[in-house]
């Protein structure tokens, strides 16, 4: 019962949250200096025209009924009218958000292994050779942003080596498959067509491993100091000394207390990667939602802008949630004690 | 009849980054089937150390391990290969840790632990048991330490229990994989006044009804000269005086013991002792020499030089002091 | 005059070894410090690093082999030039020397670190000194409430977000990054806050009748000082990272202007072929985060050490 209220309470933060950036983003959007109106229509359209348009956008009302009506909409499914693409933004999002959510997706495990497969190694080897080679590099990977390790990949491996391509999500000559969930990699499974299914994969490799470094070095040195610092404690001892196989003592009790301070710094690092797509997919020219959202920076493209943001929230907020609900399924001790606070 | 446990001049230290600890110098003691021994001395004075040297159990930064650890007469210890060392732990040798808190893992059930610690201490008996036998045998041996509500706690996390609640189920812990010797290392130090006798008392039980040997540390003096044979006194890492429990507390012949025995407020008057001046010594520089040495009052030169022996004073009555060299 | 002859004589004379002329706690613990963190060989890298980025940035304009390459200029002659001895870092496209423009950008970078930074630390402190002491009223839970906006989203996001609806220029990157930052101090402050609020120290303070102004500032901000240094000290690398990342997406500073971000975007389009282009100005930015992220780490130690 604990547990549920947990949920229910974070969830509603969530939301409020949520409903906190939307309204700072909407205002900001609207109190930009230039004429969206006239942006729409074009330099060289009349003033009747520009009239129109303003009156379509809901321009003319006062802000708070602007927001309003937008909100009305975006429960209705409609985010707006992209001025770059010239159609529906909430079919730009369903186009473009599911190529960043599989680069995220395949980061987020390459760095959930690859972090607690260092930190165990440091952590087992503490103070000796293999700790200390894993700390240089957790120093390194954390300073570096996502984006210098993207373009370093991408001329080591990509230009200079070859090993994997350079731009894009997809070889030329490899037919693509039909748009079933409009995820690539589950569409190419769905329609057997492993040749897609491997090319796409091969193209998302360096991409996503630019975007893992920096969590993969910040989480392995909470694991492995947790793992140093329990290997002392009593717990392990009493462990030992009832004879528990080390195997057991490792892989269980020693692996659950020391990871579980990581998690949360996991989710932290999942929702990092969010933002830190933007950098990659615009190095390795990705065709995800970071580069259409860049985009419509640049160009002012209003509807665009609020809709990225929101949806970038709202994903956020969703990985948010999820990591928090782990955290506390894995340590009882956070959902029990919530009221203490 | 050989001793169950016999250990010869064991010698630990501690690798830290300020430098080696060098805490145990030469600790010799013993225990016979049957018997149950005391272990008295102040906090950080290697008690804890020793005991987990026995069960090898000693902490990761442990460096320069040396001496033998005889098990009934015939096995070292510091020698057995893993397997053995396993069937020692499983079977036949058991710890109750001092802070019951830190003694349980955090994010795991207790009834978990237990199984798990079931499991693997019956598991060599040839058959594998299965998951009801483990929580029945584990329910079985939380009643066994008078926990009033067996299955809330099998089901609870260690941080919703009290404090001797937490200590009872450390020692069901330790009832499911001794059977031949218990130390129990001072399993009431961290409980309140109140839960202390109760604990106490609990583990005379088991003790007596399973006919085990126990290794005793408290500083509860009075448990100690009651509930155990003889008493070990340590000091700095070193044995420093022995003799039969009720001997040893009402004829103290070390300084130090002296001292101690002293510092505890009797309730037939005199007032509280005058306490023993000076501090532990600092174990990255030990003197050398008797350990004990600065803070003596009867110390003389040859103390500071040379490491006092073993002296038998009276029948059983063992001493390490120069004072008593003389005779 | 005899006086003033026995000041100075007083002031100059050797002094014995039991001897100091302030040996106040203060002075004490600062020396501790320093011995503690001169033990770790990582937080003097740091520490080193960061210097000389600083030093790098303030004498710029001195020691840059061509300054003038900073700004506009184009010579064609000398463009695409790789590494040699005249040009360590290689010439870029429109032949300016890169390791100038590497200097310049760390002065570029380290100027929009100290702007944002001294205009988000005071007043995210001070709002998180007065909601964390009056904890639990009115006043907490509505700067706690906007604060946890703020921290909801990704600062990136949130900081192209704010971009985007402004001009892009450096200005505008400053503000939008600033808007965004004060939170987490804000929050920083209020658990640290929170934990000392009810210590036996303020509450005889507040018995003795002090004011709340004093008991905020001189006695829970100074134990504060930690985790606020150390933030402070790893956020700068982290402001760094994100102006960066703002103008390596257009959003930040605009060309010609020598920004480590701007560089790099610049330069990607010459990869592979001219890649020093693009690779010293990375490098550099990771360079520059290290040293700052190494020093933040060697601070935290110290304070830790210190409890």
């Given at each position: 019962?604990?547990?549920?209220?947990?949920?229910?309470?974070?969830?509603?933060?969530?939301?409020?949250?949520?409903?906190?950036?939307?309204?700072?983003?909407?205002?900001?959007?609207?109190?930009?200096?230039?004429?969206?109106?006239?942006?729409?229509?074009?330099?060289?359209a009349p003033e009747w025209v520009v009239e129109q348009i303003r009156a379509q956008l809901n321009l003319d009302k006062p802000i708070y009924i602007q927001y309003f009506l937008w909100v009305k909409d975006v429960f209705r499914g409609d985010l707006g009218y992209s001025l770059v693409t010239r159609r529906s933004v909430t079919f730009d999002v369903f186009e473009f958000l599911p190529a960043?959510?599989?680069?995220?997706?395949?980061?987020?495990?390459?760095?959930?292994?690859?972090?607690?497969?260092?930190?165990?190694?440091?952590?087992?080897?503490?103070?000796?050779?293999?700790?200390?080679?894993?700390?240089?590099?957790?120093?390194?990977?954390?300073?570096?942003?996502?984006?210098?390790?993207?373009?370093?990949?991408?001329?080591?491996?990509?230009?200079?080596?070859?090993?994997?391509?350079?731009?894009?999500?997809?070889?030329?000559?490899?037919?693509?498959?039909?748009?079933?969930?409009?995820?690539?990699?589950?569409?190419?499974?769905?329609?057997?067509?492993?040749?897609?299914?491997?090319?796409?994969?091969?193209?998302?490799?360096?991409?996503?491993?630019?975007?893992?470094?920096?969590?993969?070095?910040?989480?392995?040195?909470?694991?492995?100091?947790?793992?140093?610092?329990?290997?002392?404690?009593?717990?392990?001892?009493?462990?030992?000394?009832?004879?528990?196989?080390?195997?057991?003592?490792?892989?269980?009790?020693?692996?659950?207390?020391?990871?579980?301070?990581?998690?949360?710094?996991?989710?932290?690092?999942?929702?990092?990667?969010?933002?830190?797509?933007?950098?990659?997919?615009?190095?390795?020219?990705?065709?995800?939602?970071?580069?259409?959202?860049?985009?419509?920076?640049?160009?002012?493209?209003?509807?665009?802008?609020?809709?990225?943001?929101?949806?970038?929230?709202?994903?956020?907020?969703?990985?948010?949630?999820?990591?928090?609900?782990?955290?506390?399924?894995?340590?009882?001790?956070?959902?029990?004690?919530?009221?203490?606070? | 009849?050989?001793?169950?446990?016999?250990?010869?001049?064991?010698?630990?230290?501690?690798?830290?980054?300020?430098?080696?600890?060098?805490?145990?110098?030469?600790?010799?003691?013993?225990?016979?089937?049957?018997?149950?021994?005391?272990?008295?001395?102040?906090?950080?004075?290697?008690?804890?150390?020793?005991?987990?040297?026995?069960?090898?159990?000693?902490?990761?930064?442990?460096?320069?391990?040396?001496?033998?650890?005889?098990?009934?007469?015939?096995?070292?210890?510091?020698?057995?290969?893993?397997?053995?060392?396993?069937?020692?732990?499983?079977?036949?040798?058991?710890?109750?840790?001092?802070?019951?808190?830190?003694?349980?893992?955090?994010?795991?059930?207790?009834?978990?632990?237990?199984?798990?610690?079931?499991?693997?201490?019956?598991?060599?008996?040839?058959?594998?048991?299965?998951?009801?036998?483990?929580?029945?045998?584990?329910?079985?041996?939380?009643?066994?330490?008078?926990?009033?509500?067996?299955?809330?706690?099998?089901?609870?996390?260690?941080?919703?229990?009290?404090?001797?609640?937490?200590?009872?189920?450390?020692?069901?812990?330790?009832?499911?994989?001794?059977?031949?010797?218990?130390?129990?290392?001072?399993?009431?130090?961290?409980?309140?006044?109140?839960?202390?006798?109760?604990?106490?008392?609990?583990?005379?039980?088991?003790?007596?009804?399973?006919?085990?040997?126990?290794?005793?540390?408290?500083?509860?003096?009075?448990?100690?000269?009651?509930?155990?044979?003889?008493?070990?006194?340590?000091?700095?890492?070193?044995?420093?005086?022995?003799?039969?429990?009720?001997?040893?507390?009402?004829?103290?012949?070390?300084?130090?013991?002296?001292?101690?025995?002293?510092?505890?407020?009797?309730?037939?008057?005199?007032?509280?002792?005058?306490?023993?001046?000076?501090?532990?010594?600092?174990?990255?520089?030990?003197?050398?020499?008797?350990?004990?040495?600065?803070?003596?009052?009867?110390?003389?030169?040859?103390?500071?030089?040379?490491?006092?022996?073993?002296?038998?004073?009276?029948?059983?009555?063992?001493?390490?002091?120069?004072?008593?060299?003389?005779? | 005059?005899?006086?003033?002859?026995?000041?100075?004589?007083?002031?100059?004379?050797?002094?014995?070894?039991?001897?100091?002329?302030?040996?106040?706690?203060?002075?004490?613990?600062?020396?501790?410090?320093?011995?503690?963190?001169?033990?770790?060989?990582?937080?003097?890298?740091?520490?080193?690093?960061?210097?000389?980025?600083?030093?790098?940035?303030?004498?710029?304009?001195?020691?840059?082999?061509?300054?003038?390459?900073?700004?506009?200029?184009?010579?064609?002659?000398?463009?695409?030039?790789?590494?040699?001895?005249?040009?360590?870092?290689?010439?870029?496209?429109?032949?300016?020397?890169?390791?100038?423009?590497?200097?310049?950008?760390?002065?570029?970078?380290?100027?929009?670190?100290?702007?944002?930074?001294?205009?988000?630390?005071?007043?995210?402190?001070?709002?998180?000194?007065?909601?964390?002491?009056?904890?639990?009223?009115?006043?907490?839970?509505?700067?706690?409430?906007?604060?946890?906006?703020?921290?909801?989203?990704?600062?990136?996001?949130?900081?192209?977000?704010?971009?985007?609806?402004?001009?892009?220029?450096?200005?505008?990157?400053?503000?939008?990054?600033?808007?965004?930052?004060?939170?987490?101090?804000?929050?920083?402050?209020?658990?640290?806050?929170?934990?000392?609020?009810?210590?036996?120290?303020?509450?005889?303070?507040?018995?003795?009748?002090?004011?709340?102004?004093?008991?905020?500032?001189?006695?829970?901000?100074?134990?504060?000082?930690?985790?606020?240094?150390?933030?402070?000290?790893?956020?700068?690398?982290?402001?760094?990272?994100?102006?960066?990342?703002?103008?390596?997406?257009?959003?930040?500073?605009?060309?010609?202007?020598?920004?480590?971000?701007?560089?790099?975007?610049?330069?990607?389009?010459?990869?592979?072929?001219?890649?020093?282009?693009?690779?010293?100005?990375?490098?550099?930015?990771?360079?520059?985060?290290?040293?700052?992220?190494?020093?933040?780490?060697?601070?935290?130690?110290?304070?830790?050490?210190?409890?």
């Amino acid at each position: 019962m604990k547990f549920l209220t947990y949920i229910v309470r974070r969830i509603a933060f969530s939301v409020f949250s949520l409903i906190g950036l939307s309204i700072l983003v909407f205002t900001l959007s609207r109190i930009l200096p230039g004429d969206p109106a006239r942006m729409a229509a074009g330099p060289r359209a009349p003033e009747w025209v520009v009239e129109q348009i303003r009156a379509q956008l809901n321009l003319d009302k006062p802000i708070y009924i602007q927001y309003f009506l937008w909100v009305k909409d975006v429960f209705r499914g409609d985010l707006g009218y992209s001025l770059v693409t010239r159609r529906s933004v909430t079919f730009d999002v369903f186009e473009f958000l599911p190529a960043t959510l599989e680069l995220i997706l395949l980061s987020t495990i390459i760095f959930i292994i690859g972090s607690i497969v260092l930190g165990a190694i440091a952590g087992r080897w503490a103070y000796k050779l293999p700790d200390n080679v894993v700390r240089a590099f957790a120093y390194i990977g954390v300073s570096t942003p996502a984006f210098v390790w993207a373009i370093i990949f991408q001329l080591i491996f990509a230009w200079w080596l070859g090993w994997f391509p350079t731009q894009g999500s997809f070889s030329e000559g490899i037919i693509q498959p039909p748009k079933i969930t409009g995820f690539k990699l589950m569409d190419s499974l769905i329609s057997g067509n492993l040749i897609a299914f491997k090319d796409y994969l091969w193209h998302m490799i360096l991409p996503s491993l630019a975007l893992a470094m920096s969590p993969i070095a910040q989480n392995a040195r909470i694991i492995r100091m947790g793992m140093v610092e329990n290997s002392g404690k009593d717990f392990i001892a009493l462990a030992e000394s009832h004879g528990l196989p080390d195997r057991l003592i490792m892989l269980k009790y020693l692996f659950k207390p020391s990871v579980i301070p990581a998690v949360t710094v996991m989710g932290m690092s999942i929702a990092a990667l969010l933002s830190n797509a933007f950098l990659v997919e615009l190095v390795f020219n990705w065709p995800g939602f970071s580069r259409y959202a860049v985009n419509a920076m640049l160009n002012k493209d209003l509807n665009a802008i609020v809709a990225s943001v929101l949806v970038i929230g709202i994903v956020y907020a969703v990985a948010n949630l999820i990591v928090d609900v782990i955290v506390a399924y894995l340590d009882p001790r956070i959902r029990y004690m919530e009221r203490g606070e | 009849m050989p001793p169950l446990l016999k250990v010869n001049d064991l010698y630990v230290s501690f690798r830290t980054y300020k430098g080696i600890l060098k805490v145990l110098d030469g600790v010799n003691l013993h225990i016979n089937e049957g018997e149950r021994i005391g272990l008295i001395g102040e906090s950080g004075c290697g008690k804890t150390t020793t005991m987990k040297a026995i069960l090898r159990i000693l902490a990761p930064n442990a460096v320069n391990v040396k001496g033998r650890i005889i098990y009934k007469g015939s096995k070292d210890i510091m020698n057995m290969s893993r397997k053995e060392l396993m069937m020692l732990r499983r079977n036949s040798i058991s710890m109750i840790f001092q802070d019951p808190t830190a003694a349980l893992n955090p994010v795991f059930k207790i009834g978990e632990q237990m199984m798990d610690i079931i499991k693997y201490s019956k598991v060599y008996e040839g058959r594998r048991m299965t998951k009801k036998e483990l929580k029945d045998e584990s329910l079985r041996l939380l009643k066994e330490v008078k926990l009033p509500d067996p299955e809330r706690v099998f089901d609870s996390y260690p941080f919703q229990l009290s404090g001797g609640m937490r200590q009872r189920v450390v020692i069901a812990m330790a009832l499911a994989s001794a059977h031949e010797l218990l130390i129990a290392d001072e399993p009431t130090t961290n409980l309140d006044v109140t839960i202390q006798d109760q604990i106490l008392k609990l583990i005379n039980e088991v003790v007596e009804k399973r006919k085990l040997s126990v290794i005793l540390i408290s500083h509860a003096l009075g448990a100690v000269k009651n509930m155990t044979n003889r008493t070990y006194v340590m000091y700095a890492g070193n044995i420093i005086e022995m003799a039969d429990s009720h001997k040893l507390f009402d004829n103290p012949l070390h300084p130090y013991t002296q001292g101690l025995i002293e510092s505890v407020p009797k309730l037939t008057g005199g007032g509280i002792g005058k306490g023993i001046k000076g501090r532990i010594p600092d174990y990255l520089n030990p003197p050398s020499g008797c350990r004990f040495a600065p803070r003596c009052d009867f110390v003389e030169s040859t103390c500071r030089k040379r490491k006092p022996p073993w002296i038998e004073v009276d029948r059983n009555h063992y001493v390490a002091c120069w004072l008593y060299a003389k005779r | 005059m005899n006086k003033l002859k026995l000041r100075i004589t007083n002031l100059t004379r050797k002094r014995s070894s039991l001897e100091t002329r302030k040996s106040s706690p203060r002075r004490e613990s600062l020396k501790r410090a320093w011995f503690n963190f001169r033990k770790s060989p990582l937080s003097l890298v740091g520490l080193g690093i960061s210097v000389f980025c600083i030093i790098v940035a303030v004498f710029a304009p001195y020691i840059a082999p061509y300054p003038e390459h900073a700004g506009y200029y184009i010579n064609f002659d000398e463009a695409y030039q790789p590494p040699n001895w005249k040009h360590p870092f290689g010439t870029d496209a429109y032949g300016r020397d890169v390791l100038s423009r590497v200097f310049f950008g760390f002065r570029f970078s380290l100027m929009m670190a100290g702007v944002v930074l001294s205009l988000v630390v005071p007043p995210g402190v001070i709002l998180g000194l007065i909601a964390g002491y009056f904890r639990g009223t009115w006043l907490d839970m509505l700067i706690m409430r906007i604060a946890d906006v703020f921290i909801a989203v990704p600062p990136l996001v949130l900081a192209l977000a704010i971009c985007s609806v402004l001009e892009p220029n450096v200005f505008n990157a400053m503000m939008a990054v600033s808007l965004m930052w004060w939170p987490w101090y804000a929050r920083l402050v209020y658990n640290t806050v929170s934990s000392i609020r009810n210590e036996y120290y303020v509450i005889a303070a507040e018995l003795l009748g002090v004011t709340k102004t004093h008991i905020m500032f001189k006695e829970i901000l100074p134990n504060c000082l930690g985790p606020i240094l150390t933030k402070l000290t790893l956020d700068v690398g982290y402001v760094i990272l994100i102006g960066a990342s703002l103008s390596f997406v257009g959003l930040g500073a605009q060309p010609p202007t020598p920004d480590l971000g701007t560089m790099v975007s610049e330069g990607a389009k010459y990869l592979p072929n001219y890649w020093w282009v693009t690779i010293f100005p990375a490098l550099a930015i990771a360079f520059i985060i290290l040293g700052f992220n190494l020093l933040g780490d060697g601070i935290r130690d110290i304070f830790a050490s210190e409890r």
